[in-house]
């Protein structure tokens, strides 16, 4: 699956983003199980709220973090979420 650069991205509703203070980690809780995520990750789909498109997304972050060239990475990034269910498009 690609990511639509026009569309929307949402953080699955069958999904969980959550802190979880026993791994000292963001994760993942989903039924089948966990996913343990680097901060990086976490902070791409903090902002996966359905009010953003990819471009959104990149210009957040790299304002967040006073940074460039961030595309191609969290293009990849979200399009393995994509094909994980973590996310979806509108």
């Known amino acids: 699956m690609t990511i639509n650069k026009e569309l929307l991205i949402q953080f699955s509703r069958t999904h ?3 802190w979880e203070e026993a791994q000292q980690k963001n994760v ?5 199980g966990m996913v343990e995520l680097n ?3 976490a902070e ?6 359905g009010t953003r498109n990819l471009a959104q997304i990149v210009s957040d972050l ?3 973090f006073s940074t460039s060239g961030l595309t191609n990475d969290i293009t990849a990034f979200l399009e393995v979420a994509l094909q ?7």
């Open 84 to 90: 994980n269910g973590w996310i979806n498009q509108n």
């Open 44 to 49: 791409i789909l903090k902002l996966c709220d």
């Open 28 to 32: 993942i809780l989903y039924p089948e």
């Open 39 to 41: 901060e990086s990750s």
């Open 62 to 64: 790299e304002h967040k």
């Open 16 to 18: 969980r983003l959550q």
